[in-house]
T-cell receptor
Framework: GESVGLHLPTLSVQEGDNSIINCAYS??????FIWYKQESGKGPQFIID?????DKRQGQRVTVLLNKTVKHLSLQIAATQPGDSAVYFC???????????FGGGTRLMVKP | EAQVTQNPRYLITVTGKKLTVTCSQN?????MSWYRQDPGLGLRQIYY???????DKGDVPEGYKVSRKEKRNFPLILESPSPNQTSLYFC??????????????FGEGSWLTVV
């Protein structure tokens, strides 16, 4: 199918390097944040989440950092692999409702 | 296998011809939602449902309807489709009655073109 996100910011990294993908969120009342990975032709896939009472959370090869002061979220991927190539979205949940607001996405390209 | 299933996956239709995109989940999830994804705009929430017979508008509900008569199904209805509804649509579900702290599972997407 057609590739969505034709005008996405792109991060290009060498295989084995670490990747850092950034996201600025808009609502200071948001209390829950999620990173999703979307491969071509597929739906978004959950990677890692973090609540607003934390500033760091680690998973397998991934770390999410939250800076509430500047409303900034980042996803760090260690030892990036070709299979990590995808579009990455951050999403925030504002506690006013049960909705997720997604960022525009960043395309990660891993060079072998 | 736990999954969210959408149909059709690909559809080309004409302006004004009513259509329904079905969504079904087999995980007994309370929460279901619909998103549309457009280039440069990311995913935007259309409608969501926290349980049977409970539906709420998301960010972009205009031109869409939903229903939640059964827990597993959450169809998206376009009563009179217009070209600006050409998009990639995703259905999603999660356990519990909300988003916070609950992993959201997405379907594979439905490509809809309105001519």
């Amino acid at each position: 199918g057609e590739s969505v996100g034709l005008h996405l910011p792109t991060l290009s990294v060498q295989e084995g390097d670490n990747s850092i993908i950034n996201c600025a969120y808009s609502n200071s009342a948001s209390d829950y944040f999620i990173w999703y990975k979307q491969e071509s032709g597929k739906g978004p896939q959950f990677i890692i989440d973090i609540r607003s009472n934390m500033d760091k959370r680690q998973g397998q090869r991934v770390t999410v950092l939250l800076n509430k002061t500047v409303k900034h979220l980042s996803l760090q991927i260690a030892a990036t692999q070709p299979g990590d190539s995808a579009v990455y979205f951050c999403a925030e949940n504002n506690n006013a409702g049960n909705m997720l607001t997604f960022g525009g996405g960043t395309r990660l390209m891993v060079k072998p | 296998e736990a999954q969210v299933t959408q149909n059709p996956r690909y559809l080309i239709t004409v302006t004004g011809k009513k259509l329904t995109v079905t969504c079904s989940q087999n995980m007994n999830h309370e929460y279901m939602s619909w998103y549309r994804q457009d280039p440069g705009l990311g995913l935007r929430q259309i409608y969501y449902s926290m349980n049977v017979e409970v539906t709420d508008k998301g960010d972009v509900p205009e031109g869409y309807k939903v229903s939640r008569k059964e827990k597993r199904n959450f169809p998206l209805i376009l009563e009179s489709p217009s070209p600006n509804q050409t998009s990639l649509y995703f259905c999603a579900s999660s356990p519990g009655t909300g988003v916070s702290g609950n992993t959201i599972y997405f379907g594979e997407g439905s490509w809809l073109t309105v001519v």
